[in-house]
């Protein structure tokens, strides 16, 4: 299989959409599975630590059951009153835990959330009561970190090391990879690289033309160790930041990159690549990266106002339409993984 050649030399971005596609496809490396949905975002993670690439293993009934509460992905203060609300109506200072800042801040989210429709509240008694809609689910099996660096030689490797290290020993995550770009070579050079025992390493290799899911190559080079603590069900907070990055995965996903680049350039294009959708320059004459493709690009060019005519919606032209294919794939792959939607179909991107 030919190495890949849809991003620049040197570049992250590329590979990085290309691992998503492929881990929304076929997670996971190993091919077994206990019937997990999985989520797939990327550039997530907390204040302290982002990471590349994240995979969401869910639940399917609960991730069926979360959809309950929308698309949109509910924020710390959300899931604080969501998570706690009660069955029967009550004063929303009586139904949920001290969160351990103001009231009057909890007061706000109580609004948000009702106006979210993720909870309900009324005024009684000159009190606001909430009650829920539904329970929140338990639809968050394991959280797995994938770093991306096509190119692991020694220096990314010890620029990664005491990253990878932190990873392992805070345990946010479940289990923790290295996707790196195969070379063909009888040993992988990443397997002589300084990278923790405990990360998994992956070797990816494209071809945007090999038929069906021959498009990826992946081949686990090291098996990574399951770093989930023991006390990790009475961890709390552990449990807070878990589900508020699965939160912010499930409402982003990994194509939400439209966000930070400028599909209203008049040079921005979607590209096929094996089963995977990738910007393209036309100005550059091939991929760029989400840094380069922005309103300072000395390229950037908006729409022509007649690009918003003959068959594209009057509000927008093919930037908006490409905005919306990309919304349009996040939230069929959400579908395409609740239980009672049956078989999809696995060309799709």
Known sequence: MRPSHVYPEGAEFGFELLVCRWAEAAWPPDGGSDGDAVIV?????????????????????????????????????????VRHAPAEWAWYRDALPHPGYPWRYVRAAVHRAAGRGVVEKRRRNNRIEIRRVAPYPDWVRRIVAVENKPDLDASAARALSDQLARDVDTALADEVWVATAATGGRVEPALLEDVPVEVGILAFAFDADAPGDAWADATVEWHPSDVTPADAESDEERTTTRLELAERAYGAG??????????????????????????????????????????SCPDFEPEPPVWRTGGWPVEGGPGKGIQSLLRDRREWVRRREYPETGDADAGEN
């Open 41 to 81: 975002a990327r550039q997530l993670g907390t204040k302290r630590r982002r990471w590349d690439t994240i995979v969401v293993e869910c639940d399917p009934a609960g991730l069926a059951a979360r959809a309950r509460f929308g698309d949109r992905e509910l924020d710390s203060d959300l899931l604080h009153v």
């Open 254 to 295: 990994w194509r939400s990159y439209h966000d930070t680049m400028r599909p209203d350039c008049r040079h921005f294009e979607l590209r096929r690549y094996g089963r995977a959708l990738v910007p393209h320059c036309a100005a550059k004459g091939g991929p760029q990266t989400a840094a380069e493709c922005a309103g």
